[in-house]
């Protein structure tokens, strides 16, 4: 069975720092990997993905993520945190055998940015 | 614009009604996913489905009943609902040439 974790309910930082949001995940197989980002009464939208190829991926709104197979890890970063990237953010997971195409998500980090 | 759309956004029902929430999608994509939000949660898979007629169960089917009668429309039925069944609701369709997904905006239920 596939699942995700993400180990922070929530990460606090100041504007301009960098922020870090951490993901890891757990397949049978070659996962596919997804970050979406939900703001308040608002539905998902997609910031990035790891399909194959390059480690690090770069997304909109200056977020990157660097997908690590050894440590089963795909983390969100942005160099310099924004109030406005203040959200809800969700990582998951697909399996490449799965041709259903489902996928499993983390239960979110909220992400708090002060000014 | 093309995108995939829910039908209600807000609705709240008695416990023991029924009620029918509508994704519509304009992409002609193949795939459609019902996903129920809850908070600590993440979404959990209720039900998808892969072509018109076609469906199938996912995480969390139970008190759910789903259609794809046509191919841009999927609906989910609760035929009794109840108070667990409280929740954000989004729909979610994808083509299978593609790797992404495109989700609705969602419908907020709350059973009383």
């Known amino acids: 069975a596939q699942s995700v974790a993400q180990p922070e309910d929530q990460v606090n930082v100041a504007e301009g720092n960098p922020l870090t949001v951490k993901c890891t995940y757990s397949v049978s197989g070659n996962p596919y990997l997804f970050w979406y980002v939900q703001y308040p009464n608002r539905g998902l939208q997609f910031l990035l993905k790891y399909i194959t190829g390059d480690n690090l991926v770069k997304g909109s709104y200056g977020f990157e993520a660097e997908f690590n197979k050894s440590q089963t890890s795909f983390h969100l970063k942005k160099p310099s945190a924004l109030v406005s990237d203040s959200a809800l953010y969700f990582c998951?997971?697909?399996?490449?055998?799965?041709?259903?195409?489902?996928?499993?998500f983390g239960a979110g980090t909220q992400v708090v940015v002060t000014p | 614009n093309a995108g995939v759309t829910q039908t209600p956004k807000f609705r709240v029902l008695k416990t023991g009604q029924s009620m029918t929430l509508l994704c519509a999608q304009d992409m002609n994509h193949e795939y459609m996913y019902w996903y129920r939000q809850d908070p600590g949660m993440g979404l959990r898979l209720i039900h998808y489905?892969?072509?018109?007629?076609?469906?199938a169960k996912g995480e969390v089917p139970d008190g759910y009943n789903v259609s794809r009668l046509k191919k841009q429309n999927f609906l989910l039925g609760l035929e009794s609902a109840a108070p667990s069944q409280t929740s954000v609701y989004f729909c979610?369709?994808?083509?299978?040439?593609?790797?992404?997904?495109?989700f609705g905006s969602g419908t907020r239920l709350t059973v009383v």
């Open positions: 489905s892969v072509g018109e007629g076609t469906t």
């Open positions: 998951a997971v697909r399996v490449l055998t799965d041709s259903w195409g489902k996928l499993q």
């Open positions: 979610a369709s994808r083509d299978g040439t593609d790797y992404g997904y495109t």
